[in-house]
């Protein structure tokens, strides 16, 4: 079936430190690729995005590759700020079975 | 603006209560999903909607129900079945089920008392 793993967090830097979140997925078909951040009691916001194999996702200094060989969509930043405090959600889509499916969430702490 | 409304923000509900939460969205989305968010826990999947008049269960439909009747609003009732109903609910929308990006309310905070 479909599935996505994330790293455990929490994970802590100091500001301007560099970021790198792993994602791993598997999935049948071709699935398009998602990141999503959480800001405390808030809904989820869609950070980046990649649909085909080899596609770079960017928004805000995020970054991430959709790496077909490897199953994987890594997020980085390279200088992480304060602000950048929240939980992360790697997700996939697949045409078919109209769902999202979403990884358990990394929380980000960043401090100054 | 377009957009994605959860009402109410937060809500409290006596045990042995049904309670329904609403969700409309102004986007002509097609998909609608409801997820369940417990603390430190990913988004768990409760039901979706891929068009109006139909809906299928998620991972964790136990005790819960869904209608959509009309292509903005897609409201969520948690019975009293429901075993451990205070969490976190959110409810997205997207403009085709699977592969398109979703768009989520704010998330309301249900708490049984």
């Known amino acids: 079936g479909n599935s996505v793993t994330q790293m455990e967090g929490p994970v802590t830097l100091s500001e301007e430190a560099f970021l790198t979140i792993n994602c791993t997925y598997t999935?049948?078909?071709?699935?398009?690729l998602f990141w999503y951040v959480q800001y405390p009691g808030e809904g989820l916001q869609l950070l980046l995005k990649a649909t085909k194999a080899d596609d770079k996702g960017s928004n805000k200094g995020f970054e991430a590759t959709y790496r077909k060989e490897t199953t994987s969509f890594h997020l980085e930043k390279g200088s992480v700020q304060v602000s950048d405090s929240a939980v992360y959600f790697c997700?996939?889509?697949?045409?078919?079975?109209?769902?999202?499916?979403f990884g358990q969430g990394t929380e980000l702490s960043v401090k100054p | 603006d377009g957009g994605i409304t959860q009402s109410p923000k937060y809500l409290f509900r006596k045990e042995g209560q049904n309670v329904t939460l609403s969700c409309e969205q102004n986007?002509?989305?097609?998909?609608m999903y409801w997820y369940r968010q417990d603390p430190g826990q990913g988004l768990r999947l409760i039901y979706y909607s891929q068009i109006v008049n139909d809906f299928q269960k998620g991972d964790i439909a136990e005790g819960y129900s869904v209608s959509r009747e009309k292509k903005e609003s897609f409201p969520l009732t948690v019975t009293s079945a429901q075993k451990n109903p205070t969490a976190f609910y959110l409810c997205?929308?997207?403009?085709?089920?699977?592969?398109?990006?979703?768009?989520f309310g704010q998330g309301t905070r249900l708490t049984v008392v």
């Open positions: 997700a996939l889509g697949v045409n078919q079975g109209g769902k999202l499916i």
């Open positions: 999935a049948t078909g071709y699935p398009s």
């Open positions: 986007l002509n989305h097609d998909a």
């Open positions: 997205a929308s997207s403009i085709q089920g699977g592969s398109a990006e979703a768009f």
